[in-house]
């Protein structure tokens, strides 16, 4: 301790409640305002050891940050605090925390800004809630300092970030000069703002004066019916006191946790639409509307142009209210149970992206710095392996996260004719696929939307096993992609998933399947009737009665004829033949016979529907179709 220092007389209380301690500029500025004769910030500083001579630009560069080790000891020695108390008031404490402050020489004003900027640090400026300013003398908390600090736990509302008056972000020290206070020549006025007045409202050199808006009466947003964004506030801030947080059900180091957030935050505000992010107070959701009208707009302006100015990883969104719309999000995102579950969670955020940038989509993992957790989660969703997954939209509309909830039994091997001629057939056109593949690739993809499955797993769920693979799947997905037709298919398939969700009664389509296992011919008396009924003369050979099953059986069913068991030969020779001799029969009779095989078709579907009733009320009653 040099000669020129005293020890001060008058130490207001150092603050140390529940939001954390104040922060070193706040604890400066009211021990100006407290002394008997109240000094400017320079004099203090001088007093305390933190200055050599009290003159403006001798000020520390890392201002708040930092202290050196002697700076550290006056200081303590001065106010009379411990050593901790005094490391407290510091940024340096949420060092490896909520950020990573290597490479920072508190002497170095330009390594501070470098490191600052890196890390979203939040050295210069600060949140605040205006009843602590009001109940605590106007001490700031450090805490407000950080970009992840939105409410305030104490009075449940949302923290205030600018000015009305000079419409400047509170608590702002000049980041430019190493965050040094402003006006540091005055006497400090705790509570009020110390931001400079807007350009010629102030004046300037000595004649200019501070804003001097009383911050302890500023409206803040009531949150406290905000449940989610309370509880996001409160896992942050466990972390901060942890130094861990949870991620996909994993203990992490909480600057890995404070990284993700970060990216997570960053990617929303990127591409989410107000609808994605959960529900929100009005004033935090009409702040939200207004950044994505705001960032939309830059983004059409620069359409087409190589590259785009907007690029939110590089700082935090300058408004409290967006974060309180982005951060719950994110940290119900790292709040999943296990990589599964967060990878589901971030599924629809990376289909937002993916509007925004298209094929560009895998830079987003660079772009927003992803590692660890979240970048497994990236490289699941975009996998080659599940091109349909992330093409087709898997999840029920309203981006809720949730599967849809129709049964796949209810889905037929082949698409509904009339809905793939209708919706589907017109997308597929050119896709050199021919319709069976395409209305099975369908079911498939529908089957698809009621569960984690990939297309392997949804063959079986339709009863496809060993008859059919659903390889085109992949094909069918790659042409929509080439002629920009994703969209469509989402929509009509939906469609397919709202009215299989809608009110019933929906078929069984592998119970039929069942029923029908042991259909390889249709009897003779059936069949010499329907020959009658239509005025065809035809002759009772086993080879007629089986073609007639297999046309049958794929109308019923909803299916193909090749699938069915009367096409089942032994070997791939005898069924090469079987389904040429039934390619002669359509081609000689389907005409023909199609309607009086129509009715086969409505009394068997008929028949089917009585026996599972009669099955499922008389259980052991036997045989489910005698044919
Ligand atoms: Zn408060
Ligand atoms: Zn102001």
Redesign the pocket.
């Known amino acids: 301790m040099s000669a020129t220092m005293r020890r001060l007389t008058s130490v207001p209380e150092c603050l140390e409640g529940k ?1 954390g301690s104040e922060s070193f500029a706040s604890f400066i500025e009211r021990l100006a305002a407290h002394q008997l004769v109240p000094a400017p910030v320079t004099t203090l500083l001088a007093a305390t050891g933190l200055i050599a001579e009290d003159r403006y630009d001798a000020l520390p560069a890392g201002y708040g940050i930092d202290l050196t080790p002697q700076q550290r000891r006056d200081f303590a020695t001065v106010c009379d605090l411990s050593l901790d108390e005094v490391d407290s008031m510091l940024m340096r404490q949420f060092d490896g925390v909520a950020f990573d402050l290597t490479g920072l020489d508190v002497a170095d004003a330009s390594s501070v800004r470098t490191v600052a900027h890196r890390e979203w640090a939040g050295f210069a400026g600060s949140a605040c ?4 300013l009001q ?1 605590n003398g106007g001490a700031w908390l450090l805490r407000w300092k950080l970009w992840t600090s939105f409410v ?1 736990m ?2 449940c ?1 949302l923290l205030v970030d600018r000015c009305p008056r000079c419409e400047r972000r509170t608590g702002s020290y000049r980041a430019d000069q190493g965050n040094r206070p402003r006006f540091a020549t005055h006497v400090p006025m705790p509570g009020r703002c110390a931001n400079s007045l807007a350009v010629g409202a102030a004046g300037t050199g000595k004649a200019a004066r501070p804003c001097g808006q009383d911050l302890t009466c500023l409206p803040a947003v009531d949150l406290s019916d905000a449940a989610r964004l309370l509880q996001a506030q409160q896992d942050v801030n466990a972390v901060i006191k942890r130094g861990t947080g949870q991620v996909a059900g994993e203990q992490v180091p909480a600057l890995v946790y404070f990284r993700h957030l970060r990216s997570l935050v960053a990617l929303a505000l990127h591409g989410a639409r107000v609808e994605d992010l959960g529900e929100l107070p009005g004033p935090v959701r009409n702040a939200l509307e207004d950044y994505i009208l705001r960032r939309d707009d830059i983004r059409y302006g620069e359409a087409g142009r190589k590259g785009t100015s907007l690029h939110p990883y590089k700082a935090p969104p300058g408004d409290v209210r967006v974060i309180a719309a982005t951060l719950p999000w994110a940290v119900e995102v790292l709040r999943q149970p296990d990589q599964l579950a967060l990878t589901e969670a971030l599924r629809p955020m990376i289909e937002r992206s993916r509007e925004v940038r298209g094929s560009q989509i895998r830079r987003v993992g660079v772009d927003f710095h992803f590692d660890g957790a979240l970048e497994m989660a990236l490289s699941r969703i975009l996998a080659f392996r599940a091109p349909l997954r992330h093409t087709v939209g898997h999840l029920a509309p309203a981006g809720t996260g949730a599967y849809r909830t129709f049964r796949p039994e209810h889905v037929p091997h082949l698409i509904w004719r009339d809905d793939y001629e209708r919706d589907f057939r017109p997308l597929l056109a050119g896709s050199g696929v021919g319709e069976t593949a395409v209305r099975v690739a369908i079911s498939v993809a529908l089957v698809m939307l009621t569960g984690q499955h990939s297309r392997k797993s949804a063959v079986p769920l339709l009863g496809l096993e060993g008859l059919h693979k659903g390889t085109s799947l992949p094909v069918v997905m790659m042409h929509l992609n080439s002629t920009q037709q994703v969209e469509a298919f989402q929509t009509a398939l939906h469609a397919l998933a709202d009215r299989l969700e809608g009110p019933g009664p929906h078929r069984d389509y592998r119970v039929a399947q069942r029923q029908l296992v042991a259909f390889r011919v249709v009897d003779t008396a059936t069949w010499l009737n329907l020959g009658e009924a239509a005025g065809v003369q035809v002759s009772d050979r086993e080879a007629q009665r089986r073609n007639a099953a297999a046309w049958v059986w794929a109308e019923v069913l909803s299916s193909d004829p090749a699938l069915s068991p009367a096409m089942r030969g032994s070997t791939p020779q005898e069924r090469e033949s079987l389904l040429k001799c039934y390619r002669d029969f359509l081609h000689l009779h389907q005409a023909a016979l199609e309607p009086a095989l129509l009715e086969v078709v409505a009394d068997i579907k008929v028949h089917l529907e009585t026996q599972h009733r009669r099955f499922h009320a008389l259980p052991g009653e036997g045989a489910l179709l005698d044919r």
């Open positions: 939001g809630c205006p009843a602590c109940e305030c104490e009075h509302v």
